[in-house]
């Protein structure tokens, strides 16, 4: 489930966890310089606040995209400078994308 939701709808690279962490489950994504890295966890509560953003340099069209997909895209509180929305990934966790408008 995070393989296709953060590799085919979002279009991260899914990059090789190292071995010795490979068999406890989880998949790891290279985004631009930065890394995410999904884990498994039995008690796992969804982060609902506490959430990453992923600058971007063309929200409308990733919004455009993601509705295509049936991604439903949160609007919260509006931001001066910001063109940013949030959607929630297939195990409730919040992810905002934001592009600063110049």
Known sequence: M???FYSEILGF???PKPSNLATKGG???QVGEHQLH???QDDFKPATKAHPA???HNASDIK???ESKD????YG???EGANRFYIYDPFGNRIEIIEWLS
Do not use: M, N, S
């Not at 991604?71 to 949160?74: K, Q, S, T, V």
């Open 64 to 66: 455009k995209d993601l």
């Open 38 to 40: 999904i884990g498994v």
């Open 54 to 56: 992923f600058l971007v």
């Open 71 to 74: 991604i439903e895209i949160i």
């Open 27 to 29: 998949v790891w994504f």
């Open 13 to 15: 690279k899914e990059i």
């Open 77 to 79: 509180d509006e931001l």
């Open 2 to 4: 995070a393989r296709a």
